[in-house]
């Protein structure tokens, strides 16, 4: 059995975290890729090493002096390095760095180097073989990985019985320059690597005991979800719920490799398993009908309402192609008859709103064309919900419940999930009704 783990910047954000990696990686003689961040925050008023780096990169690219920044980061890795007792020559490799950016400033290469220099002193620390991400992760000019490539090179950096540690988040491209990944991405070296391990689990380890149901901003002490699907994280993760890096998903769900998320400050908690199909362990322990409950606030809906307008062939496909013209990203199109809503970001839409209803008028004539701004969606997921009849009735004798008055309403054939879009000023009071009566009365 082969695990491939990979840490986040808070499980390395100093000495003292760095042995319970060093616990967590002994505990289990199979976890044996290890694949980390850069040092994250140690406490709120820490920076993350990423930050700094780009911010090293902002200053270099205005010429002001990065000193100041760049000290920050070297005090942080020599402080671990002294309490751990540590061997690294960090004095050389930092000098380095400042060598190669002052000759010819490379933003993803010193941005890298974060994650480098992590792996470098843990791989010395758990006494496994360091590999540099660029001799193992290979971007195609296209920005897709080369998988092949990635596996062929990753056989030849095995060496047997010993463990390795890999630094997350960079590549490098065919030509062997260092190419970074969008933020988070050590998630998807993670994920590559399961993939062309053949992992039997990819377990990523942070500061949360897996997924929660609801964003504990809003209610207190949410239960944690134990199994969700890869389709029902996708939706809670669009509307709004972080904790893996979206891209992350598809490298192990293509050979149906579980993410187990865990918290390495609590490495009981058995955390969240993500799984193509949960089927199997619903059948002894069945799901409750919601696995999660997600939104976001500030959408703005523009209503086109036209009669006739139902029966005219290529209309919705019209009024979509002008949203597209300003590169729009549509979250939602509820249509009654002829009436038709494109629900957007409000931020999407701030610099072309007007362009676009100009536009609309123009095309269009409609009987009435409105704005709304100040919307939240909320997502509803669960793969429990399928084939419940009235479910979602009772979601929408709740908002009745509550006074919540539901603008919008839409749920796809799958039945994976239901949206609501209600008025900013619900949101919160939205989500504790749906949680007390589909969470708290369902654990009772
Ligand atoms: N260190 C990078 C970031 O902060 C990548 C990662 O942590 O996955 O985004």
Redesign the pocket.
Known sequence: MIKVVKF??SSVANAAQFRKVRNIVASDESRKFIIT??CGKESHEDH?V?DLLYLCAAHIKYGVSYDSIFEMIEKKYLGIREELGLKLDLETEFAKIREVINRDLNTDYLVSR??YLTARMLAEYLNAVFVDASDVIFFKYDGSFDMERIAASLRQHMVPGRKIVIP??YGALPNGVIKVMS?????ITGSLIANVVDASVYENWTDVSGFLVADPRIIDNPVQIPRITYNELREMSYMGANVLHDDAVFPVRSKNIPINIRNTNRPEDPGTMIMNDCSKQDAIEPPHAVTGITGRKDFTVITVAKSHSSAEVGFLRKMLTIFEDYHVSIESVPITVDTFSVIVQTKAVEQCLYEIVGRLKKEFEPDDLRIEDHLAMIAVVGRGMKQVPGMSGQFLSEFGRHHINIKVISQTSDELSIEVGVENRDFEAAIHAIYDRFIMEANK
């Open positions: 986040g910047g961040s850069a993350k990423t974060g994650e997350g988040f933020r988070g991405g050590s998630d």
